[in-house]
Structures are given as structure tokens and as C-alpha cells.
């Protein structure tokens, strides 16, 4: 039966102020999997109150203090593992064991952030006058707005909420309008780890009302936003209006490089993992396969056979390897790349066609090869699972086709000789670069971001997502009781005139 779920403002559960509502798919039975607010700017405005009423105290709450309801996040996301993995299969059509890692990831994040609490490094350093003393901090920014995509649900929700929460900020949050469900119930979680009222603020809703009117609110001082180029270029000159800080996670055309001395076996495995992991819908997914003339017809066999027995279907059941796309209109994006791929005079080799299925948003596996590095096909975001093999002759070439793109995201080199991947290390100009693995897989602890296309220079997680939520504040000290003017009173303590 579909759940009827409410928005989260100030710490209440409320409906949208115009009451309407609207429906979140389950995307492999096309059953209505929650009824959920139909939310417009009434109810951001009334959420950015909310979390500004409740920013000074949180700001002024010890950092450890917000760390330790960070671990309670941990432990109660730990608790509710199973039933938001499940939940998510059902919302937005991922698998359930990825669907288990993407709420896994939230955990992680959960106890690292927490774990800021203690630390939010600042640092010192020597000033130039005697009796000074000198030291840079970090300080919150205020409200933040974060709008996130349905293909990490739990995960990128919680790479944007969980640092800017322990820095101080507060939160209004608009999940993607094909996971709302997922976005209420992760606000759930921080309900129930008692985060103080107005702290953490949902609402679910159009992108085109709620986003807009997050992004026109001049109360938000920071927008993180993931999502399509497109709309994160346009909200980033939204933004720019009031010298907002934004923060965009973006596209990608990920690329795998397999070299003539690689491990075949290892090479194809991790293939099919990023090209059809999450049915080809990560950021991270490998949708170019850069592979060096010698091992071609090989490794191009190989992976065709074996994508040929990927099983696609309800995620729920753990023998399926391939879900649904998210929604109809996904589908028909794939499909017109196909066509576009096979007019560009691209072989398609497996796929090429939605599944033959009763009900659901399946499409089929789909490799092209006799790709060239210009072609559309291997230049513009897909977001399915179609994979372009495109040949190469040298390590130069392999490494010049990867980075021509207009994004840069990841990208990976399967080799064994040493020499070639660090020169891959050094070479490949995108902000994740694997050596024997695929594209996907980044880990919470590291940045995670781009560059070109795929953002705007800012990167999340690890240390680096402390930037977007945090200023800096120089802290001068002078204990001197007289006048020392920096810079100029300096040459008088070497005794020089
Ligand atoms: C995304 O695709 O937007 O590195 C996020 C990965 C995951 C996160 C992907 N940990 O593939």
C-alpha cells in the first residue's frame, strides 16, 4: 500500500500549504510507492524561517555536542539499513545489494562527519610581530539549501547534509521528485536522533517551483546542488545574483582504458560493473570504453557474451543483476541515443531496445563498438546502461580520448605495467582516476567531484566538503598593549630604519 508522507518543517510533519500532492512511482511495477506533498515556495519560505530561527543555537551548540547526534544518525540509519535499502528497490528501481551500499555510504559518512565534531581542523601559524598571535578558523555560513538526484537517494543527501549540519549550518533539504519517499525518511532519521527543531528541514516537490524558489531565497547562503549540467549551470547563475556560494556536482562521461597487458578477466568483470551497475545511471558509470587495438576483438567478445546474461528485473529479487530505468522518460532518452548511435554509423553489438516486459522502465543492456571518439554517442551524457567501445592505438591516444570530453569526472586504466599508470595518474584530467578498477566506487573519505563540465571547481565528501559548508574567519591577537602596524613596524625588530 503507497505511504502518505508529510514535509518536515521546524520539527513538525506538515502537508503543503496548497495541500495538493503528488505520486512517487516504483519504477519496475509502475505501482504508486508514497503520496507525498506537492510542496511550491509558501513552503520553502516557511522552511527557511525555520532554519534560520534555528541557526543561532545550533551554531552556538559545542561542535562535539553536533557530532554525537551525528553518530545517533549513524546508528539509526545501521538500524534501518534493510528497510530503506528495500524501500529504495522499490522508489527508484536499483538492486538491492547496491541499494544496501548506497545507505551504507550515508552510515559512513554519518560517523566521519560525526567525527568532525572533534576536529574542523583550523590551524595557526607565526606572525611577524612579537607578542601577536595568529590562527584561522572555520566558521558556519548559516541556512543552507541542498537538492539533490533520485540515483543516490540516501547517499548524496547525506554527503551534502551530514558536513554542513556538524559545521554549524542548518538545513533546507528538497529530495528529487522521483525519490521524495527516500528524502522523508531520511529527514526521519535526524527526527529521531533528536536533531533540535528546524535544525533539518524537508520538503518534497517540483524542481522547478520548490528548486527555484530554495535557490531565489536570499536567506539560503549556499546551494549544493547534483544533478544535470543544464539546470546546475543555470541555478549556479541564479545563485551567482545574490553571491551565493554553490556547490554542483554535475554530469560525467566516464571512461575505462584497457591497455593490451591487462588482467582480461579482471578487466571485464569491472567493466560490467560500471557500465550496468545502477543500470548505467551513476555519475560515476563507465559509458566509454577506451581499449587498446591488440585485445580489442577479445575483450569486445567478451563483454557482449557476458552482457548478453545480465538478468534485468525487479531489484527486490537478488538474482537480478539489471533494474529498471527511473522513469519513462529516461527510457525514451536512452532509446533516442541509441537511434542517434546507430546513425552515427556506431555497431550495436547487444541491446538496443526497451525489454520485452509487462510493466517497468527496463531497457536492454546495450554495447555499440566501432565507435569514434567524436561521436555523440561518446561525447554527451546517456544515463543508461549503453556502453561505446572505441579503439585506440597508444597510451597517448588512450589518454587523449578520455580526457576530450566536455566533463570530467572519473576515469580508470586497466594495466599492468607501472610506468604507464602513473603516467595515467599524472595525465588523466579528470578529479577520480582508478588504476585496475572500474569507474565507480569512490569512497566517503576522499573528494568526490570533477573537473570541466562536471562542477564548478568544489568537490564533496572527504575533508574537501568542509569548504562548501564553512568560511574561513582570521583570528589576530594582539597582546602587545601598543600599536604594531603589519607589515611596516616589522624592519624596527631587526634594528634597520
Ligand atoms: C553518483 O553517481 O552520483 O563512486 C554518485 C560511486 C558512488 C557514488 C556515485 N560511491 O560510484
Same mark, same amino acid.
Given at each position: ?104 555510504? !550515508? ?378 602596524? !603589519? ?11
Amino acid at each position: 500500500m503507497a505511504a502518505t508522507v508529510k514535509n518536515l518543517i521546524g520539527g513538525e510533519w506538515v502537508d503543503a500549504r496548497s495541500g495538493a500532492t503528488m505520486d512517487s512511482i516504483n519504477p519496475a511495477t509502475e505501482e504508486i510507492v508514497a503520496v507525498v506533498p506537492k510542496s511550491g515556495p509558501d513552503d520553502v519560505k516557511a522552511a527557511v524561517a525555520a532554519a534560520k530561527a534555528a541557526y543561532h543555537p545550533w551554531r552556538l551548540t559545542p561542535a562535539p555536542r553536533r557530532g554525537e547526534i551525528l553518530y545517533r544518525v549513524g546508528q539509526i540509519l545501521t538500524e534501518r539499513k534493510e528497510a530503506l535499502a528495500r524501500l529504495m528497490t522499490q522508489e527508484m528501481g536499483k538492486v538491492i545489494a547496491e541499494a544496501r551500499g548506497d545507505v551504507q555510504e !550515508a552510515i559512513d559518512m554519518a560517523f566521519y562527519m560525526g567525527g568532525e565534531g572533534r576536529r574542523l581542523l583550523g590551524y595557526t601559524a607565526p606572525v611577524e610581530l612579537p607578542n601577536k598571535f595568529g590562527m584561522a578558523l572555520r566558521d558556519s555560513v548559516g541556512v543552507v539549501g541542498l537538492i539533490t538526484p533520485w540515483n543516490f537517494p540516501i547517499a548524496i543527501p547525506s554527503w551534502k547534509s551530514l558536513p554542513a549540519l556538524v559545521a554549524g549550518n542548518t538545513v533546507v533539504f528538497k529530495p528529487a521528485s522521483d525519490t521524495p519517499n527516500l528524502g522523508v525518511e531520511f529527514a526521519r532519521v535526524f527526527h529521531d536522533a533528536r536533531l533540535p527543531p528546524g535544525v533539518f528541514n524537508v520538503i518534497t516537490g517540483p524542481g522547478g517551483s520548490v528548486g527555484n524558489a530554495i535557490v531565489n531565497d536570499p536567506e539560503v547562503k549556499v546551494i549544493s546542488f547534483t544533478g544535470s549540467t543544464e539546470i546546475g549551470y543555470s541555478l549556479y547563475a541564479e545563485a551567482a545574483r545574490y553571491g551565493k556560494k554553490v556547490s554542483l556536482e554535475l554530469g560525467g562521461k566516464n571512461a575505462i582504458i584497457v591497455m593490451d597487458d591487462a588482467n582480461f578477466d579482471l578487466a571485464v568483470e569491472a567493466i560490467l560493473w560500471s557500465a550496468f551497475g545502477t543500470t548505467g545511471q551513476r555519475c560515476t558509470a563507465t559509458s566509454r570504453l577506451i581499449v587498446q587495438k591488440g585485445i580489442a576483438p577479445r575483450l569486445t567478445e567478451a563483454l557482449a557474451a557476458r552482457a548478453k546474461k545480465l538478468t534485468l528485473g525487479y531489484g527486490l529479487d537478488a538474482s537480478v543483476d539489471v533494474g529498471p530505468l527511473v522513469n519513462e522518460g529516461a527510457r525514451k532518452t536512452v532509446h533516442s541515443y541509441v537511434e542517434i548511435g546507430k546513425g552515427e554509423g556506431a555497431r550495436l553489438l547487444c541491446g538496443g531496445k526497451p525489454a520485452d516486459k509487462d510493466k517497468g522502465f527496463f531497457y536492454e543492456v546495450t554495447i555499440f563498438d566501432q565507435v569514434k571518439p567524436d561521436m555523440r554517442i561518446a561525447q554527451e551524457e546517456i544515463f543508461g546502461p549503453v556502453l561505446s567501445i572505441i579503439e585506440c592505438g597508444t597510451l597517448e591516444e588512450a589518454i587523449e580520448i578520455n580526457n576530450n570530453t566536455a566533463f570530467g569526472l572519473s576515469s580508470s586504466i586497466f594495466t599492468e605495467n607501472v610506468t604507464a599508470a602513473f603516467r595515467a595518474i599524472r595525465d588523466l584530467s579528470t578529479g577520480i582516476v582508478y588504476i585496475n578498477h572500474g569507474t565507480i566506487g569512490a569512497e566517503i573519505q576522499f573528494p568526490f567531484g570533477g573537473t570541466r563540465g562536471t562542477g564548478n571547481g568544489m568537490r564533496e565528501a572527504g575533508q574537501t566538503a568542509l569548504d562548501t559548508f564553512t568560511e574561513w574567519k582570521a583570528v589576530y591577537v594582539d597582546y602587545s598593549g601598543r600599536l604594531q602596524r !603589519a607589515q611596516i613596524d616589522t624592519d624596527a625588530i631587526l634594528g634597520e630604519e
